[in-house]
C-alpha cells in the first residue's frame, strides 16, 4: 500500500511517496513445527535476522517513520517464510519533461534494486503479480491525476554483475484547472485590457500611456511568477509561447500609440507643415506677380500710323487708334 504526496516540485524534478513496503522471502533456518500458529516477532529482531539488501535506486531521501516505536514488522511463518514490513517515506528523482508544461503527462518510476547480491544469489518479483501494489486508486493530488500504473521486473547490467530490479511507474496528467485560474485567465484578461487604450482619445495621452505601460508590467510579474516555479531548463514551454504572445499583443497596443504620435504630432508633420507653408508663400507671391503682369498689359495703348486710302480721285487720311 502507498500514498503517493503532491508532485510540487518541479524545480527539483521529484516526488515523495510514503508506503508500507513489505518483503517476503524463505528461510529454511527459521522454520519450525508443533506450533500451527504464525509468530509476530519484535521489530528489534529484525537485527538479529538476515535481510535483503533492498535500496531504492532513484532515491534522493528517505527515511523509516519511528514514532512511537520504529516502524518495522516480523512475521514469521511454520515453513520459514518471513514477512518483513517497514513503513518508508521516501523522496526519489523523476526525470520531467515540461515541453507541454502545463498540457503535460509525466512518467514517474520508482526503482527497487538489490545493492549487493546478483542475480545469481536472489530474485525479485511482485508478489501477487497485479495486486502486488493497492491503494493506487485512492491518492488524490492537486495538481496531477493517476492516469495508470504499471509493474516490471527486469535485471540492470553493471561492471560488478547483473542485479534484479524492481519498477514501478505512475503515469500522471497535471491538472489544468489551477493554471486556468491563476495564469490563462489573468493574462488574457489583461491584453484585452490592454485594447482599451484604442477607443481612449489621442489628446488623453497621459491615460494611454499609463494604461500601456501597467498592463506590460502586469504580463512580466505574471511571467517572472511562472518561472520561479519551474526548474531552469533549456527548451521552451508550451506555456511560454501563450504567454509570449500575449506579452506581444500588449507591448505592440502600447507601441502604436507611440507611433502615431509621431506620425500626426511628431517632427515628421511639423516639418511637413513647415514646407507646404513655404510653398503656399511661393504661390502666393507668383500670383501676385502675374495679376500684377496682367493689369499692366491691360493698359497699354495700341497706336496705329496713318494709311492712306486713295478712293478714286479723292485722298482719306484715316487715323485708327485703340
Known amino acids: 500500500m502507498c500514498r503517493l504526496f503532491p508532485l510540487g516540485q518541479e524545480t527539483?524534478?521529484?516526488?515523495?511517496?510514503?508506503?508500507?513496503?513489505?518483503?517476503?522471502?524463505?528461510?529454511?533456518?527459521?522454520?519450525?513445527?508443533?506450533?500451527?500458529?504464525?509468530?509476530?516477532?519484535?521489530?528489534?529482531?529484525?537485527?538479529?535476522?538476515?535481510?535483503?539488501?533492498?535500496?531504492?535506486?532513484?532515491?534522493?531521501k528517505s527515511f523509516v517513520h519511528g514514532v512511537t516505536v520504529k516502524n518495522r514488522m516480523i512475521r514469521l511463518h511454520p515453513d520459514g517464510t518471513v514477512l518483513y514490513?517497514?513503513?518508508?517515506?521516501?523522496?526519489?528523482?523523476?526525470?520531467?519533461?515540461?515541453?507541454?508544461?502545463?498540457?503535460?503527462?509525466?512518467?514517474?518510476?520508482?526503482?527497487?534494486?538489490?545493492?549487493?547480491?546478483?542475480?545469481?544469489?536472489?530474485?525479485?518479483?511482485?508478489?501477487?503479480?497485479?495486486?502486488?501494489?493497492?491503494?493506487?486508486?485512492?491518492?488524490?493530488?492537486?495538481?496531477?491525476?493517476?492516469?495508470?500504473?504499471?509493474?516490471?521486473?527486469?535485471?540492470?547490467?553493471?561492471?560488478?554483475?547483473?542485479?534484479?530490479?524492481?519498477?514501478?511507474?505512475?503515469?500522471?496528467?497535471?491538472?489544468?484547472?489551477?493554471?486556468?485560474?491563476?495564469?490563462?485567465?489573468?493574462?488574457?484578461l489583461i491584453t484585452i485590457l490592454s485594447?482599451?487604450?484604442?477607443?481612449?482619445?489621442?489628446?488623453?495621452?497621459?491615460?494611454?500611456?499609463?494604461?500601456?505601460?501597467?498592463?506590460?508590467?502586469?504580463?512580466?510579474?505574471?511571467?517572472?511568477?511562472?518561472?520561479?516555479?519551474?526548474?531552469k531548463i533549456p527548451y521552451v514551454k508550451a506555456i511560454d509561447i501563450y504567454l509570449m504572445g500575449c506579452f506581444v499583443f500588449v507591448f505592440l497596443a502600447l507601441l502604436e500609440y507611440a507611433f502615431v504620435n509621431y506620425i500626426f504630432f511628431g517632427k515628421g508633420p511639423q516639418r511637413q507643415k513647415k514646407t507646404a507653408g513655404r510653398a503656399g508663400h511661393a504661390t502666393g507671391e507668383k500670383s501676385r506677380l502675374e495679376t500684377n503682369r496682367v493689369q499692366v498689359k491691360s493698359q497699354t495703348s495700341l497706336l496705329l500710323w496713318p494709311e492712306v486710302i486713295t478712293f478714286g480721285q479723292n485722298h482719306i487720311r484715316a487715323v485708327c487708334s485703340v
Not at 15 to 31: A, E, N
Not at 148 to 165: I, L, N, Q, W
Not at 202 to 208: G, K, Q
Request: aromatic content about 14%.
Open 195 to 231: 485594447w482599451v487604450s484604442f477607443w481612449i482619445n489621442y489628446d488623453a495621452s497621459a491615460a494611454r500611456v499609463a494604461l500601456g505601460i501597467t498592463t506590460v508590467l502586469t504580463m512580466t510579474t505574471i511571467s517572472t511568477h511562472l518561472r520561479e516555479t519551474l526548474p
Open 85 to 188: 514490513g517497514l513503513r518508508i517515506t521516501t523522496t526519489a528523482a523523476c526525470m520531467m519533461d515540461l515541453r507541454r508544461y502545463p498540457l503535460d503527462e509525466q512518467n514517474c518510476t520508482l526503482e527497487i534494486e538489490s545493492y549487493g547480491y546478483t542475480t545469481d544469489d536472489i530474485e525479485f518479483y511482485w508478489h501477487g503479480g497485479e495486486s502486488a501494489v493497492t491503494g493506487v486508486s485512492n491518492i488524490e493530488l492537486p495538481q496531477f491525476s493517476i492516469v495508470d500504473y504499471k509493474m516490471v521486473s527486469k535485471r540492470v547490467e553493471f561492471t560488478t554483475g547483473a542485479y534484479p530490479r524492481l519498477s514501478l511507474s505512475f503515469r500522471l496528467k497535471r491538472n489544468i484547472g489551477y493554471f486556468i485560474l491563476q495564469t490563462y485567465m489573468p493574462s488574457t
Open 12 to 60: 527539483l524534478k521529484d516526488y515523495t511517496l510514503t508506503m508500507y513496503f513489505q518483503q517476503s522471502w524463505r528461510d529454511k533456518r527459521l522454520s519450525y513445527s508443533g506450533i500451527p500458529l504464525n509468530l509476530t516477532l519484535d521489530n528489534r529482531v529484525a537485527d538479529q535476522l538476515w535481510v535483503p539488501d533492498t535500496y531504492f535506486q532513484n532515491d534522493k
